[in-house]
């Protein structure tokens, strides 16, 4: 397949709406470095962090099924200034909380409003971009998440080391600020959809969207996507420290080395993903992750090298089942319909990795604050069977897009 080379456009807003998802993944991702800071901190339960980490998801959620009518109605530049705006007062609300309370309430907050950001960007890419151009933008833009582990959390465990739990929601804050701007003064409108005439309104818009039956098919396997992942990430510090006998000063060099392969790796299968067969890649990744989440969470005291490779290899495996599965997803909707399918498509994958993070905190016991975690092997048990489902459906998704790819225009 011919690999289309993006114009200096493509590659800034790439470039912006990596470094914008950086901020709203790393806002999340630094929930699961700080647990055991925060059980120990603020005197909570494996439960009660589970719904910390879930209230974010659950939110996001609803925002996003409330967003999905009106998502095709406006520019796409206009909603996410708007709602990363609301993602900065949420994040600072959670900076300046002082106890659980407050914190899942500004957890709440701002999943109301970062929860819809990744389905506005996916939006903008698949209008953007061209479908054999959309691996490589989404190993890229999905860099935020190995950025996030390269940079931001090792960084933000170090100033929570220093002063406390607060300090990494304000450096996301400071970031955001900066970032806002250039969103503001350098993106172009994002409107071609707008041109298309459509006479449902709002409710039936989103009606339409969540009725067609190859949309519920790809909503379907994006939420088994999250569920598989999200069953054991939001413990995995807990995890290591309690249990595989990390220390909190060793914790950022963990996410540190998960995070450089994932810089590496995540560009290479997106390159792969535009020439090679997407669900191909799907399945070899799929079998990969399965195969070290059962191996890592069935470890016991281990050394911090085996630690970083099993981490390494683990998430190489992950990566090569997100980026195939999500530049298949995108090609799904018709263009009229992408705002609202992408935001209810973002929505059942935050709620699904909420419930996942739900039942893993009722799964989850801890005697103690400091004694190891038990019952984290039936996790990896749960997710790999997830991912068995997962493949079924986003075999269906890749049935559908061919089958469209082959339709005369």
């Not at 931001?152 to 465990?157: D, N």
């Not at 399965?290 to 099993?310: K, Q």
């Not at 090609?331 to 209810?344: C, E, H, L, T, Y």
Request: glycine letters at 8%.
């Amino acid at each position: 397949m011919e690999i289309k080379p993006l114009s200096s456009y493509q590659k800034f807003v790439m470039a912006l709406l990596a470094i914008t998802q950086f901020t709203v993944v790393l806002d999340f991702m630094v929930m699961s470095p700080l647990g055991d800071i925060l059980m120990k901190s603020l005197v909570i339960s494996p439960k009660q962090f589970g719904v910390a980490v879930s209230s974010y998801a659950f939110s996001a959620g609803i925002s996003g099924l409330l967003a999905a009518g009106f998502a095709d109605k406006y520019d796409r530049k206009k909603l996410l200034v708007f709602f990363y705006l609301g993602f900065i007062v949420g994040t600072f609300l959670c900076g300046i909380a002082q106890t659980y309370e407050t914190l899942v309430a500004a957890r709440i907050f701002t999943g109301v409003f970062g929860g819809v950001m990744g389905s506005i960007s996916m939006a903008i890419i698949t209008d953007i971009f061209e479908l054999n151009q959309r691996g490589r933008v989404m190993g890229i833009v999905q860099m935020g998440f190995a950025a996030s582990q390269v940079l931001g959390i090792p960084v933000g465990l170090y100033f929570a080391n220093l002063w406390g739990w607060h300090a990494p929601f304000m450096m996301i804050v400071v970031l955001a600020i900066l970032i806002i701007f250039v969103l503001i003064v350098k993106l172009k409108p994002v409107d071609e959809h707008l041109k298309i005439k459509s006479d449902r309104n709002v409710l039936a818009h989103f009606r339409h969207v969540l009725l067609l039956k190859n949309y519920r098919i790809a909503f379907l396997s994006t939420a088994l996507l999250s569920i598989g992942g999200y069953m054991m990430m939001p413990f995995g510090s807990a995890f290591a420290v309690n249990n595989l006998g990390v220390s909190q000063a060793q914790l950022p060099i963990i996410f540190m080395f998960t995070g450089i392969s994932s810089l590496v790796v995540m560009p290479l299968v997106g390159k792969l993903s535009d020439k090679y067969d997407k669900f191909k890649i799907f399945v070899f990744g799929s079998i990969w992750a399965m195969v070290f989440m059962i191996v890592y969470t069935n470890l016991s005291i281990t050394p911090l090298w085996i630690i970083c490779i099993l981490n390494i290899l683990l998430f190489m495996g992950i990566m090569s089942r997100m980026i195939p599965a999500t530049t298949l997803t995108s090609a799904v909707p018709n263009m009229q319909d992408r705002g609202a399918f992408m935001s209810i498509n973002a929505s059942l994958q935050q709620m699904a990795g909420g419930l996942a993070t739900l039942l893993a905190g009722l799964i989850i016991v801890q005697k103690d604050s400091h004694s190891p975690l038990e019952n984290y092997p039936i996790l990896g048990i749960i997710g790999a069977v997830v991912m068995i489902i997962a493949v079924w459906f986003i075999f269906r998704v890749y049935r559908i897009v061919k089958n469209q790819k082959a339709q005369p225009k």
